[in-house]
């Protein structure tokens, strides 16, 4: 959870620079590469009540509108409760030249879970959501990794009030709802 913290703050932390700064790019989708189509921002498929659901706290609030992190190439949207960033939901989106392989799928999955205090992450079965998915949670953290075409998309949730299997239902059905957009 530490990580997803300071995943959550190094995000924050980037939105607060461009707009502090305004640099040009930022707030805004990553840019085409002419391979794959524009991508939906993550805000238009996440909303507060979908995370203060998922999460099991009404007091998320949107920390990152469609932030694009320098780093990692994702455009990010993430609702957390400012007082307790454990429970936080997140969509971040990711446009990749071609098509997405099984290899970069592992390595996103991999980044994704990297420095959680609690090792190791279980695979869970992710049937039907995107062109490849990986599915994975730990307590108090799940989270789904797919592909869409030329997308890599990354579904997560941190909770301290629910379930592996709620927020692995819960990653799972918003999952499903940003691969119906892509």
Same mark, same amino acid.
């Given at each position: 959870?530490?990580? /997803?913290?300071?995943?959550?703050?190094?995000?924050?932390? /980037?939105?607060?620079?461009?707009?502090?700064?305004?640099?040009?790019?930022?707030?805004?989708?990553?840019?085409?590469?002419?391979?794959?189509? #524009?991508?939906?921002?993550?805000?238009?498929?996440? +909303?507060?009540?979908? $995370? #203060?659901?998922?999460?099991?706290?009404?007091?998320? +609030? *949107?920390?990152?509108? *469609?932030?694009?992190e320098m780093e990692s190439g994702y455009v990010a949207c993430i609702y957390a409760d400012a007082t307790n960033e454990a429970n936080?939901? /997140?969509?971040?989106?990711?446009?990749?030249?071609?098509?997405?392989?099984?290899?970069?799928?592992?390595?996103?999955?991999?980044?994704?879970?990297?420095?959680?205090?609690?090792?190791?992450?279980?695979?869970?079965?992710?049937?039907?959501?995107?062109?490849?998915?990986?599915?994975?949670?730990?307590?108090?953290?799940?989270?789904?990794?797919?592909?869409?075409?030329?997308?890599?998309?990354?579904?997560?949730?941190?909770? +301290?009030?629910?379930? #592996?299997?709620?927020?692995?239902?819960?990653?799972? +059905?918003?999952?499903?709802?940003? $691969?119906? /957009?892509?």
């Amino acid at each position: 959870m530490r990580i /997803a913290r300071a995943r959550t703050r190094r995000i924050v932390i /980037a939105y607060l620079l461009c707009i502090l700064a305004a640099v040009p790019a930022c707030g805004s989708s990553a840019p085409s590469n002419g391979q794959s189509p #524009a991508q939906p921002e993550p805000c238009t498929l996440l +909303t507060r009540p979908i $995370a #203060a659901q998922i999460s099991g706290d009404a007091r998320v +609030t *949107n920390q990152a509108t *469609n932030v694009a992190e320098m780093e990692s190439g994702y455009v990010a949207c993430i609702y957390a409760d400012a007082t307790n960033e454990a429970n936080s939901v /997140a969509v971040q989106i990711k446009s990749a030249p071609g098509r997405v392989t099984p290899a970069a799928l592992q390595a996103a999955a991999a980044f994704f879970s990297a420095g959680e205090p609690v090792q190791p992450f279980q695979s869970f079965p992710v049937v039907g959501i995107g062109d490849e998915a990986i599915g994975a949670s730990t307590p108090g953290v799940a989270f789904i990794v797919f592909s869409r075409g030329g997308a890599l998309v990354f579904v997560g949730a941190d909770s +301290t009030s629910r379930s #592996a299997s709620s927020l692995q239902a819960g990653v799972e +059905t918003l999952a499903r709802r940003v $691969a119906a /957009a892509i």
